[in-house]
């Protein structure tokens, strides 16, 4: 039995969360009837405790996809689950990540095998029910094979109103010559204080194109690690945060360059809102061997407020020398020639202010399986920008 | 009709006085084209009169009819019915053209007279076509990754669409190859009506080849030295800008440097 007090805290550098008591989780027992956000896609939608929502298509199930709840997972392929559980992120990396691995309750089961190509996009909604005063504490756990390729749009969700927290953990494995697209929409709501853990392990001449939005309205702690371990392996991170009111979003978001040639770009903007805090912290790291890798980053963030607080710290731990590697960085305020020419065209400056911030966080936009998705974001945006005036 | 009145202009950029004196009057039904050689502020009348904040008045006025523009926001202006086709365009992510055209458009409409999407894709295939651009244009991002001459149809697309009263054209057939050059120009003389002026700037006589102006001015200095018709421009062509000067006996000397350049700096 892990004892997950012993284990140091995450490093989270410039974000302040001791207060947020993210270790201390109570595993909520809620259930729910209905699905909420699911009608007719591909995919699976749970809530709480409850699958409110699943569809795979019959010649999916037949080539052996496995979707179903972990919990469901583990009773009916148990081996297989426990195989590839912890792979990605030993139970024991640190305090909250050995808490969840402990008192995980819910959870999203998603098996690819080799060679199948997934022609929809696949829809893994997870939804905390904060109806009482306990906390989510779930994980997720995807395997794409060898030579496989799916796109997936992961969500969180908050259905209720009580305070609450929210532990997620997240594994994504690629083996050789799969093709993931994973895009995440994080809306968890303003009473949950969350930590999340998303990392993925990248093996040979694996693809691993992530967009994570990051758009929830609460405290939040975010992780993104890929582990690019396999020869040829390849990773575009891109992460988009909006933070408003008074909430912090503190991420690290990190590219471990294992493999020869492997390839690991982050790449991330972020907009803060009214007295908010929005930290990124970027991390490159090449290990001795991995010849040929790259590592580059990009963090950008538009402070929109005098109130506001945002940093953006590249880091790159270069071990190797036949590497290439590069950050850029910048805190910045609107861009003053874009909303020139958005008025120019007649344009209120409240409007031409708010494409411009969008057009700011386009590159994830863009990068989003779904219309409704994209339209979700916009909506988003729109809705917080709302609250500035 | 409408008039747009320039009297007396004087603009500084970070401080240095580059126009120092213009006046001008383009009404609905003329073409005026400005020359003149780099650096000799062009650019900055057009950005002055659109409203760039880099750009301030130190004297004079700029009247749109009866009103005094320095009382109009950027947005307000082009609400009143001034159009800029820019020399460098922004380009944003995130929203299309067709969003932003929809959008510009309807910025001129009162809330229960908006612009639907049916009215608005059909006006904007039919302009589109006349400018030869591809149908896929409409849903990329705004001059997100558009050439030179995409960007410069791009600006003219928006003016169909937007049907201002007095278009200020800035040196549109920059980087433009001849056959884009014909396509814009198409689109300019499209417009040409009575309820329609323009003010074009440009380097070279080419650009009037296609769009015959009715008016020719010359600036040098900040100021305007000479107004003539179309003919004032092949005389220039022929001449060169420093045949003028010596026989308009002005104390003038000429550089290859752009104003402009002190906005830069002024931005970073």
């Not at chain 1, 808490?99 to 829809?123: C, R």
């Not at chain 1, 344009?347 to 708010?354: G, I």
């Not at chain 2, 100021?223 to 010596?246: F, M, S």
Request: net charge negative.
């Amino acid at each position: 039995m892990i004892d997950a007090q012993t284990l140091p805290l995450p490093d989270f550098p410039k974000v302040r969360y001791s207060a947020w008591q993210l270790d201390a989780l109570s595993p909520s027992q809620a259930t729910y009837e209905t699905p909420q956000f699911l009608t007719d896609e591909s995919g699976i939608e749970v809530s709480g405790l409850t699958t409110t929502y699943l569809a795979l298509s019959a010649d999916l199930q037949a080539q052996g996809v496995r979707l179903t709840s972990l919990m469901a997972a583990q009773k009916q392929w148990p081996e297989l689950v426990a195989d590839l559980m912890h792979r990605v992120i030993p139970a024991t990396a640190d305090r909250l990540t050995a808490q969840n691995a402990v008192q995980y309750n819910t959870g999203i089961f998603l098996y690819i095998p080799a060679h199948v190509v997934v022609p929809d996009v696949l829809h893994l909604v997870l939804n905390q029910l904060a109806l009482t005063g306990d906390d989510l504490v779930a994980r997720l756990l995807i395997y794409v094979g060898a030579h496989a390729k799916v796109s997936l749009l992961q969500q969180l969700n908050t259905i209720g109103d009580q305070k609450t927290k929210a532990s997620v953990v997240i594994e994504l494995i690629a083996a050789a010559d799969a093709q993931v697209n994973y895009a995440n929409l994080d809306q968890f709501g303003p009473q949950t204080t969350a930590y999340i853990n998303r990392q993925a392990q990248i093996n040979d001449r694996a693809t691993v194109d992530c967009a994570n939005v990051a758009f929830s309205d609460g405290q939040v702690l975010t992780e993104l690690r890929s582990h690019a371990n396999g020869e040829g392996a390849t990773t575009h991170v891109c992460v988009s945060a909006l933070t408003y009111q008074k909430q912090t979003q503190g991420f690290v978001t990190a590219v471990q360059n294992v493999g020869r040639h492997s390839v690991g770009h982050i790449f991330q903007r972020g907009v803060i809102l009214n007295k908010s805090t929005l930290v990124f912290n970027g991390i490159g790291r090449i290990i001795k061997g991995a010849k040929g890798a790259d590592a580059q980053q990009e963090s950008r963030v538009l402070m929109l407020s005098r109130r506001a607080r945002g940093d953006a710290n590249p880091l790159l731990l270069i071990d190797e020398n036949d590497v290439t590697a590069g950050h850029a960085a910048s805190v910045g305020r609107v861009d003053e020639q874009q909303l020139y020419y958005l008025m120019s065209r007649g344009l209120s400056q409240t409007v031409a202010r708010r494409l411009v911030i969008r057009g700011f966080l386009g590159d994830v936009l863009a990068a989003l399986p779904t219309p409704s998705a994209r339209q979700r974001v916009i909506a988003e945006i729109e809705r917080k920008l709302q609250d500035e005036q | 009709m409408t008039t747009l009145r320039i009297e007396n202009l004087h603009v500084a950029v970070s401080g240095k006085e580059i126009l120092k004196g213009v006046n001008l009057t383009v009404k609905t039904g003329e073409m005026h084209a400005i020359m003149g050689p780099n650096g000799t502020g062009k650019s900055t009348l057009s950005q002055t009169i659109m409203g760039h904040p880099a750009y301030e008045i130190t004297a004079g006025h700029i009247y749109l009819d009866a009103q005094d523009l320095s009382d109009l926001p950027v947005d307000a202006r082009a609400r009143a019915g001034l159009f800029l086709a820019m020399q460098y365009p922004s380009e944003i992510q995130g929203v299309t053209n067709a969003e932003f055209m929809r959008a510009a458009i309807n910025a001129r409409r009162p809330e229960d007279q908006q612009m639907g999407i049916m009215a608005f894709i059909e006006q904007l295939d039919e302009k589109r076509e006349f400018l030869g651009m591809t149908e896929e244009m409409a849903d990329r991002y705004l001059n997100a990754g558009f050439s030179g001459g995409e960007k410069k149809r791009n600006e003219i697309l928006q003016m169909m669409m937007i049907q201002p009263k007095i278009a200020i054209l800035d040196e549109i057939d920059s980087g433009l190859d001849i056959d884009a050059l014909k396509v814009v120009s198409r689109g300019v003389n499209h417009m040409r009506s009575k309820d329609f002026g323009t003010l074009m700037i440009t380097h070279y006589q080419r650009l009037l080849d296609y769009i015959v102006p009715d008016y020719v001015h010359v600036m040098m200095g900040g100021k305007i030295v000479k107004t003539g018709d179309a003919a004032l421009a092949q005389k220039l062509e022929a001449e060169g800008y420093a045949g003028l000067r010596d026989e308009l006996g002005l104390d003038i000397v000429l550089t290859d440097e752009d104003a402009d350049q002190y906005v830069e700096v002024a931005h970073d």
